[in-house]
């Protein structure tokens, strides 16, 4: 069994995406051109925003966003403590201060009670500026934006969506990557929506910022002249190859992808009924794209147990995360919003199950077989 089983998808997509990745190649146009082009304008109108810009991955589309709204140093930004590196990296590169907020323990996001507290922290220090909010849809849920949205408005903060792992997912029939001033996600092969390769997008509403990235993306250009260089930007733009194949994949997971993986969280929640576990939640409103399916032990040494007695069945599991982000190494002299002890505690006790869409039932219960069996 695959943890993330992309063979049997390039089995099911394999006449279109050979097809496609030809025609690039004879036409040899490798970035830019027209794939980019009606890539960025289906993933716009699917998501429901008016502008969709693609770049080179998601740390890059996280960054080009928190550039566009210019955040720099001795800027507070508010992420998630746990999340994949990159939410607190780019902030952190850009030379703002990453504040850690603590999650909810059920649904991994940030809880928007321990982000008031940080805020007010910052507020009453004055070291800082409160500038930003980076929100993340871990493991395919949405964050919980209609209050983080409430309480950035209040505060007079920007509020950018980590939709990395959030693709496809909706809260109250708005999709991910709807939320907040703007929205990122990732196209690395692994995520609801990956490519063959890197690849990453921003999605804005507004017309200025819009335009301000697209110059960001390709070295800070003047309009459409890169040999005029008015601004210091990045070099980050999607290659025509990975448009070509995204196209086809994104049609896939809006056809039948999305909905086969919320078959296959359906069929976990039936099978693993009743283990010596908590099944993830997805509270009312929420749908999500399942990036993972992840449970919560009661402890560190039942979790490492589940894992081994996987592993010795030839199951593949992981730990994401294993590693709070304010336990990272080179975070450790930045100042955090106090403890977060649920994340530390989520660090101990998560495990991930093998999660796709083209996971079968039978896999679901060989799954669950195993785990059922660790306490008899
Ligand atoms: C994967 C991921 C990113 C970064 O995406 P890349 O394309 O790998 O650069 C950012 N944030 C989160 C939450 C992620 O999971």
Not at 42 to 54: E, M, P, S, W
Not at 120 to 145: S, T
Not at 219 to 233: E, F
Not at 257 to 273: H, P, S, T
Request: proline residues 4%.
């Amino acid at each position: 069994m695959e943890f993330r089983d992309l063979k049997k998808q390039y089995q099911a997509l394999k006449p279109q995406i050979d097809a496609a990745m030809q025609t690039i190649c004879a036409n040899a146009t490798f970035i830019g051109g027209a794939p980019v082009k009606e890539l960025e304008e289906q993933l716009a109108a699917d998501v429901g925003r008016k502008h969709c810009i693609t770049c080179a991955n998601g740390t890059d589309a996280l960054q080009l966003a928190e550039m566009a709204y210019g955040i720099e140093s001795g800027d507070a930004v508010f992420v998630p403590d746990f999340t994949f590196f990159s939410t607190a990296e780019t902030v952190a590169s850009l030379g703002a201060t990453p504040i850690f907020v603590d999650v909810d323990e059920e649904t991994f996001n940030m809880d928007p009670k321990k982000l008031e507290q940080a805020i007010c922290r910052v507020k009453q220090e004055g070291k800082l500026k409160a500038k930003a909010i980076v929100a993340v849809d871990l493991f395919g849920l949405p964050a919980d934006f209609e209050t983080i949205e409430q309480i950035a408005k209040r505060e007079g903060l920007v509020v950018v969506e980590d939709g990395a792992q959030g693709f496809g997912g909706m809260l109250n029939g708005k999709r991910a990557c709807s939320f907040g001033d703007i929205a990122t996600t990732s196209f690395f092969p692994a995520k609801p929506l990956g490519g063959y390769g890197d690849g990453g997008a921003i999605f804005t509403d507004d017309d200025e910022i819009a335009a301000l990235l697209r110059s960001l993306c390709v070295h800070g250009k003047n309009g459409q002249d890169k040999y005029d260089n008015i601004r210091l930007g990045m070099n980050s733009r999607l290659d025509s190859l990975q448009a070509a194949i995204l196209k086809i994949k994104l049609d896939a997971f809006a056809k039948t992808e999305l909905d086969a993986v919320n078959q296959a969280a359906a069929w976990y929640n039936e099978a693993l009924a009743g283990i010596d576990a908590a099944l993830p939640v997805v509270p009312k409103g929420f749908y999500s794209s399942w990036a993972q399916y992840t449970l919560r032990f009661e402890t560190k040494e039942k979790r490492d147990a589940a894992q081994a007695a996987l592993k010795a069945a030839g199951i593949p599991s992981m730990i994401y995360y294993g590693r709070a982000m304010h336990q990272q190494g080179v975070f450790s002299d930045m100042p955090y919003s106090g403890t977060c002890p649920v994340t530390e505690r989520l660090c101990q006790t998560v495990l991930s199950l093998p999660m796709h869409p083209y996971l079968q039932h039978e896999d679901v219960l060989s799954v669950a077989k195993v785990l059922k069996e660790i306490n008899k």
